[in-house]
C-alpha cells in the first residue's frame, strides 16, 4: 500500500530550525518522487521541495526556500527530511508529503496522486 506520513511540525521563533519528516511505505525513491508542498491561511497551495532517487540527486527547491531548506533521504529508515533553517513568518503553514509514481521531481501539485495529513509548522516569536 503506498502511504506517506508527516510529522515534526511546531512552533519555532524567527530564524530558529525545524526537522521534518515523511515517512513512506509502498515504493521507493528510485520509483516515486517525493514532493513537500504548504499552505498558509488564504493563501494557494505552493510546491516547497521535491526529491526523486534514493542517493537524492534529483532534487528541487521553490526559490522562497533555497539557501535555507534540503530535503534529504534516509533509505533504511523509509523516511525523507526537509531540514528547515532560518525560518520566517511566512514558512507559517501546514505542510504536506505527497508522492507522484514513476516520475520525476516536479513542485506542482496537481498530479500527486498520494498525501499525507498534513503537519502545522508555525514561525513566531
Known amino acids: 500500500q503506498v502511504q506517506v506520513v508527516e510529522s515534526g511540525g511546531g512552533l519555532v521563533q524567527p530564524g530558529g530550525s525545524l526537522r521534518l519528516s515523511c515517512q513512506f511505505s509502498?515504493?521507493?525513491?528510485?520509483?516515486?518522487?517525493i514532493g513537500w508542498f504548504r499552505q498558509a491561511p488564504g493563501k494557494e497551495r505552493e510546491g516547497v521541495s521535491c526529491?526523486?532517487?534514493?542517493?537524492?540527486?534529483?532534487?528541487l527547491h521553490a526559490d522562497s526556500v533555497k539557501g535555507r531548506f534540503t530535503i534529504s533521504p534516509d533509505n533504511a529508515k523509509n523516511t525523507v527530511y526537509l531540514q528547515m533553517n532560518s525560518l520566517k513568518p511566512e514558512d507559517t503553514a501546514v505542510y504536506y508529503c505527497?508522492?507522484?509514481?514513476?516520475?520525476?521531481?516536479?513542485?506542482?501539485?496537481?498530479?500527486?496522486?498520494?498525501w499525507g495529513q498534513g503537519t502545522q509548522v508555525t514561525v513566531s516569536s
Open positions: 505527497a508522492t507522484d509514481p514513476w516520475s520525476n521531481c516536479y513542485l506542482e501539485d496537481y498530479e500527486y496522486d498520494y
Open positions: 526529491i526523486r532517487g534514493s542517493d537524492g540527486h534529483d532534487i
Open positions: 509502498g515504493f521507493t525513491l528510485d520509483d516515486y518522487a
